[in-house]
């Protein structure tokens, strides 16, 4: 009370300083050092000739790579808002409240809604990277393609999934909106595709190499 009255509600942003750097603390190392992590790890444990494996346990490999890749996607948008907020921005505009406020646009009644949103946006990333190996891989590369191409393949699709799923919102989102740190939006949207599609790619390389239960002869 009495810091509010010497110094006025400005205080409350100093006095939540702490807790917004303790939360970059390991929001960071999720968002940059886990995709970091994987492409080392995986770039050292796959063989320069991989092995054909089952359908079924490719799937798998995408799949873990794809819980692990939406880790990293939603520690980097969660990452961005915080650093914004440490910034200066007042309330910056996370990914599910630009689409809570289009929903409401809409006339849709979203109470209650924004962990159910957030876990399907998730869970539409982890599909993404089942379909990207095997589907979207095996008609466009049916030969096997190097790491960093197919990072760089599923960066693009990620991108465009984004896009198609954010720009709507982000037409329909009032100035004020924008003003308090729309630009963090986009560039979380952008660092979160590619560490996304870093950590997904290496991710079930790594998986690949290290867990027998993926190989076909099991050894």
Do not use: C, K
């Amino acid at each position: 009370l009495t810091l509010g009255a010497v110094f006025g509600p400005s205080i409350l942003e100093r006095i939540h300083l702490p807790a917004l750097g303790f939360r970059l603390l390991w929001l960071v190392p999720l968002a940059v050092g886990l995709p970091l992590l994987m492409v080392w790890w995986g770039s050292r444990a796959h063989p320069p000739r991989p092995e054909n494996l089952s359908r079924m346990r490719a799937a798998g490999a995408a799949l873990l790579g794809g819980f692990v890749g939406a880790t990293a996607l939603a520690a980097t948008w969660s990452a961005t808002a915080t650093a914004a907020e440490l910034l200066g921005a007042s309330r910056p505009p996370t990914i599910t409240r630009v689409l809570l406020r289009w929903l409401v646009s809409l006339g849709l009644d979203v109470t209650g809604v924004s962990p159910l949103l957030y876990a399907a946006l998730l869970s539409l990333f982890v599909g993404l990277s089942v379909a990207y190996y095997g589907l979207v891989l095996t008609h466009l590369a049916p030969h096997v393609a190097s790491l960093h191409r197919q990072a760089l393949g599923l960066t693009m699709l990620a991108l465009g999934l984004l896009g198609a799923i954010f720009v709507p919102p982000l037409l329909v989102v009032d100035v004020e909106l924008w003003q308090t740190g729309g630009p963090s939006v986009l560039f979380g949207l952008a660092l979160g595709a590619v560490s996304y599609a870093l950590t997904v790619v290496y991710g079930r390389a790594l998986a690949i190499a290290v867990a027998p239960s993926l190989r076909r002869d099991g050894s």
